[in-house]
């Protein structure tokens, strides 16, 4: 029984943990092509792209900043031991690359997502982290990620 009691009350964590984003404490950003989801301590800086649209969101231990456009980052200049992963996101293949390398000074741990759309048109949203473990964080974020219907 209680080994049953344990099970259930790991579950319920888990479940609590993973709709996080949903819950107070997170904010969403929307615009035209798609929305993702932030902690609501992540603050908008004034970076823009200039042949695609580029945002980025910071707090002291990590940097987030978005490629939506046919120029987004696909891994071409990433390390070579970078880790990768194959998940799906909103029902759209998508690529996670992790390594240990400082593209951001003082951020020495790097994450990104790169998910190809239609027309050529591509995501990368990348995270620029103090330590490892906002690389979770940044795990939860890119699973907000929702494209708008055209």
């Not at 035209?32 to 002291?60: A, H, L, N």
Request: proline share 3%; hydrophobic share 40%; with cysteine.
């Amino acid at each position: 029984m209680r080994t049953v009691t344990m099970i259930l009350i790991w579950g319920i964590a888990i479940l609590l943990g993973a709709a996080a984003p949903n819950q107070a404490g997170w904010k969403k950003i929307e615009n035209r092509s798609f929305s993702f989801s932030v902690p609501s301590s992540f603050r908008k800086t004034e970076t823009r792209g200039i042949d695609s649209f580029v945002q980025e969101y910071v707090t002291d231990n990590i940097k987030l900043s978005f490629d939506y456009g046919i120029y987004s980052n696909n891994f071409d200049d990433w390390p070579k031991d970078t880790k990768f992963d194959n998940i799906k996101v909103n029902g759209k293949n998508a690529r996670i690359g992790t390594v240990t390398h400082e593209f951001q000074k003082g951020f020495p741990y790097s994450i990104q997502i790169h998910i190809k759309l239609d027309g050529g048109i591509a995501l990368s949203m990348f995270v620029a982290c103090k330590s490892e473990k906002e690389e979770a964080l940044a795990r939860q974020i890119f699973d907000t990620i929702s494209f708008n219907e055209v």
